[in-house]
């Protein structure tokens, strides 16, 4: 088994997932790459320096370019980027859902039209497994259909269903790229996804099909996309009893530092969102106390470091009255030192959530910090 389960309090848990690629101290947050790099000009070098552990990279954005087959014939992702921890590739059905202006859905998968010149693409199991596999991540995604918040029940039902048998074709598709020594990674992880919108009854049903399947992790996903987060808890709650206890649980595209402080409470060990990085272009910072917003005037002349509490190499170097004026006069470097802080910040939040498990302060923790951090200053 990959996961082991080192410690537990209340339903948060303390583990470790070893893969071909290291091994990830859990509960971890995951570092966007989309396109094989941060969007605030971040090389897999930096990544070091900010503490990552994992990064996730995009199936569909690759698989239009440079393409999978050119990324298979560069080595892979981790030859290509330079990053040698393990990395995660979404299964693409994420971007099928967000085009659903541009996509018909069959039992045989998904037609969709390329946002950068709208040639058709047609995508399933198998095809998601073949390009995963040309890109030789560490962990693949099943594909699935994410579906949008609120739906309609009976939609939500078949979908559920038809998300379980492409999961099922995707470990038969995997399986037979490895016989056939066609992975650039032979050892790729399969997870399989958990969906259900927020009909509590369909992802815990949903969830019980899937665990059937023995895959080498679970994730929630359908979250996060328009439901209140309240609700996003409860579900969270629901599903969590009928997680296969021995597997990592994955939340697919969560979130804010408190949304990852409940859903720890919950007993999920994995995050990824692009909130950390996107915020931070627009000048929307982290920090222990709350969110500032490094464009405001009252930064002008400050000379402190975005965070006091904060150890990162930019709090180390920089202050936020020159942070502030690069981001103003839109110098690259400004969104680089921004992204790299805000990077940290939630690396180094996972750190301390381990912490705190570790010692069995959990609840002190969360207590402290569920409601301050996404807080704005």
Request: charged share 25%.
């Amino acid at each position: 088994m990959p996961y082991r389960l080192k410690k537990q309090e209340g339903m948060a848990r303390r583990g470790e997932f070893e893969t071909v690629h290291g091994t990830v101290q859990t509960p971890a947050f995951m570092n966007v790459a989309t396109a094989a790099a941060i969007k605030g000009g971040l090389s897999a070098l930096d990544l070091k320096d900010i503490r990552c552990q994992v990064m996730l990279c995009n199936t569909y954005h690759l698989h239009l370019r440079p393409t999978d087959k050119v990324v298979a014939d560069l080595g892979g992702l981790h030859k290509m980027t330079r990053w040698d921890g393990p990395i995660l590739t979404d299964s693409g059905g994420f971007q099928v859902f967000s085009l659903s202006k541009l996509r018909k859905i069959t039992e045989e998968g998904v037609t969709f039209n390329s946002h950068l010149d709208g040639h058709k693409i047609f995508m399933g199991p198998e095809e998601s497994m073949q390009i995963q596999a040309n890109l030789g991540s560490t962990i693949a995604m099943a594909f699935d259909e994410c579906v949008e918040n609120p739906a309609e029940y009976e939609y939500s039902k078949n979908s559920c269903a038809r998300t379980t048998r492409w999961l099922k074709r995707c470990k038969d598709e995997m399986k037979r790229l490895k016989e056939e020594e066609k992975a650039v990674n032979p050892h790729q992880l399969l997870f399989g996804i958990n969906q259900g919108c927020t009909y509590k009854d369909l992802r815990i049903e949903h969830m019980k099909q899937i665990a059937e399947l023995d895959c080498d992790g679970y994730a929630i996903g359908g979250l996060a996309v328009g439901e209140p987060a309240p609700v996003m808890y409860d579900i969270i709650s629901a599903v969590e009893p009928y997680a296969p206890k021995e597997k990592i649980r994955y939340l697919m595209g969560v979130g804010t530092p408190g949304n990852i402080i409940e859903a720890v409470y919950r007993g999920v060990d994995l995050f990824d969102c692009v909130m950390p990085s996107r915020n931070a272009r627009h000048g929307h910072l982290n920090t222990w106390q709350g969110i500032i917003n490094i464009k405001n005037l009252k930064y002008e002349r400050d000379e402190r470091p975005i965070d006091p509490e904060c150890d990162c190499p930019v709090c180390r170097n920089f202050s936020r009255a020159y942070i502030r004026h690069l981001q103003k006069a839109d110098e690259m470097l400004g969104m680089r030192l921004a992204v790299m802080h805000n990077l940290y910040f939630y690396n180094r939040l996972m750190e301390r959530i381990r912490e705190a498990l570790d010692q069995g302060k959990y609840q002190q923790f969360y207590d402290q910090y569920a409601k301050v951090l996404d807080q704005r200053i």
